[in-house]
């Protein structure tokens, strides 16, 4: 097998390369410098050498249906294209009933996962909440329920009249079991207030991951890459993930259980009307999985996110530091709407297919990355 220096062309990657293999974490500069470098291979092989010391050969899927209760949102995202204004025809608001009945269909038979996340609806209180996360675990007990990007918790915790605290509890009491890592877009503090006005600066995304964490609430975490932020303002969002997991592991805390890297889609949203931003490429893509497995070296799972960058690019991920190809999915609207050209759902054997074709071994998990028996 060849040395993993021998695949770097960047004489300059090589005292990183001694740094992965020693078991060192990276610096912001160094950071900088996987995004700054031509050699992707080289980049590339460092973070399969982290992928294959920590997972081997396993690769992971899960069994999933994303579905949004709402799209009606008081934030305005201008990289957003889900979201609905009171008044307007496309909006809409979910029952309880509305939602189990969509579950009950057969195309969802086998679910493992319900992943929920939406927009930020005014009408919607914690008894909303109590009553549908209540009414979904007594009629499909074994469905995870991953819902409410930190954001979303942050805003229905406000208008119920509630702390954070108290609305988290109130829902994990009613079945609330995990949370996905949306609504972080990028930290920096200036490129919030020009893509995402109105949502809450990054410290209240940090601060609520956080107290999820304390809670003993599981969840993932995230970038939105490919819009108008540079190198410096990944680099400087990943290493703030990085610290706050210090700080959870620290504390015992189940922190974060895997990173996605969500490529930004450039369809039907403001930002791109105002300005010039190219579809992300698949070598921005493939770097960002293997830039996040090398500085996120305390997140366990780095997801290759199959329906923002193609069900064939996260395959290849697989050898670029992703362990994990996300799940079925089986109906996503909100990237969809954005311009993401992959299918809105994989049936379980495709994703098994992708991951063997790579040379991975497929295994199916649950929210907490325990393997399921093959059946």
């Known amino acids: 097998m ?55 050969k396993a690769a992971y899927y899960v069994v999933s249906r994303r579905l949004s209760y709402t799209n009606v949102c008081y934030t305005h995202c201008q990289f957003c294209a889900f979201q609905a204004k009171p008044g307007d025809p496309r909006a809409y608001a979910l029952s309880a009933e509305d939602i189990i009945a969509e579950l009950e269909k057969p195309e969802n038979l086998g679910v493992r996962e319900l992943h929920m996340t939406s927009g930020h609806n005014p009408k919607l209180k914690v008894d909303y909440f109590e009553d549908l996360f209540g009414r979904i675990k007594a009629r499909f007990p074994s469905i995870h329920l991953k819902v409410f990007t930190m954001i979303e918790m942050d805003y229905y915790a406000r208008i119920s009249g509630l702390s954070t605290e108290a609305f988290l509890d109130r829902c994990m009491a009613a079945g609330l079991e995990s949370c996905p890592g949306g609504g972080a877009e990028i930290f920096d503090e200036a490129l919030r207030e020009q893509i995402c006005i109105g949502k809450k600066d990054a410290q209240v995304w940090l601060d609520t991951a956080e107290l ?17 932020e540079e190198a410096r303002h990944r680099v400087d969002h990943l290493l703030r993930l990085r610290a706050l997991q210090d700080r959870s592991l620290a504390a015992g805390y189940p922190g974060f259980l895997a990173y996605i890297p969500l490529a930004y889609q450039n369809e039907d949203n403001e930002l791109s009307a105002t300005h010039v931003i190219h579809e992300t490429t698949g070598t921005q893509d493939l770097r960002e999985i293997a830039v996040a497995r090398l500085l996120l070296d305390n997140i366990p799972h780095i997801k290759a996110y199959w329906v923002m960058i ?66």
């Open 310 to 375: 193609s069900p064939g690019l996260a395959q290849a991920g697989l050898s670029y530091g992703a362990d994990d190809l996300d799940g079925t999915v089986i109906a996503e609207e909100i990237a969809h709407l954005a311009g993401a050209k992959s299918p809105q759902g994989l049936q379980q054997g495709e994703l098994v297919r992708l991951i063997r074709e790579a040379g991975f071994e497929a295994l199916e998990r649950d929210n907490l990355y325990n393997v399921y028996e093959p059946v």
């Open 2 to 56: 060849l040395s993993l220096h021998s695949r770097i062309r960047d004489p300059r990657l090589h005292p990183l390369a001694d740094k992965v293999l020693r078991g060192e974490r990276l610096s912001f500069d160094e950071g900088l410098l996987l995004y700054e470098t031509s050699d992707l291979t080289g980049v590339g092989a460092m973070a399969h050498h982290l992928r294959l010391k920590r997972h081997g």
């Open 212 to 228: 999820c964490h304390r809670k003993g609430l599981p969840t993932n975490c995230t970038m939105l890459y490919g819009h108008i």
